[in-house]
């Protein structure tokens, strides 16, 4: 199976978070992957994340956000979906990298929706322009019942 690295950046481009995951499907405007969670268990607005669960991550060249599906690392039940609002993520052959821009969408399997960090969000110092089309992602996300279904 094809690997590849997978690197979260901030506005700035520094490398914030690197990891590798397993290619599940590719094309040219986005790549599906799978990874194992590699941080210390923590809670998360209800959820607990533990090392070791597994991210089904879909990382697009043409959308501002990113989508990780999380299931539980001992049963594989489905936790929930993190959407990351980002730049369009940059695909190589070897490597996915993406800015975030702090503003996220935790989508419980019950359906429930949670905006996160906005305020982070608020405070970036993007254009006008680039902060219409990540509420627009935003947006799109939280009217996009069927990306969400178990």
Request: proline share 3%.
């Amino acid at each position: 199976m094809e690997t590849v690295t997978v690197i979260k950046r901030n506005l700035d481009g520094q490398e914030t978070w690197r990891y590798s995951g397993s290619v599940l499907q590719r094309s040219s405007h986005f790549v599906r992957l799978e990874a194992s969670f590699n941080r210390p268990d923590m809670p998360f607005f209800g959820i607990m994340l533990c090392q070791g669960d597994r991210f089904v991550e879909t990382y697009y060249a043409d959308r501002w956000y990113n989508i990780f599906e999380i299931h539980d690392h001992k049963d594989d039940t489905l936790k929930g979906w993190y959407c990351n609002i980002a730049y369009p993520a940059v695909l190589k052959d070897d490597e996915v990298s993406y800015i975030d821009l702090a503003l996220d969408l935790l989508v419980y399997p019950d359906g429930k929706k949670l905006v996160l960090d906005e305020d982070e969000f608020q405070a970036l110092p993007i254009s006008d322009q680039d902060r219409t089309i990540a509420r627009a992602a935003l947006a799109e996300l939280q009217e996009a019942d069927s990306l969400f279904i178990q």
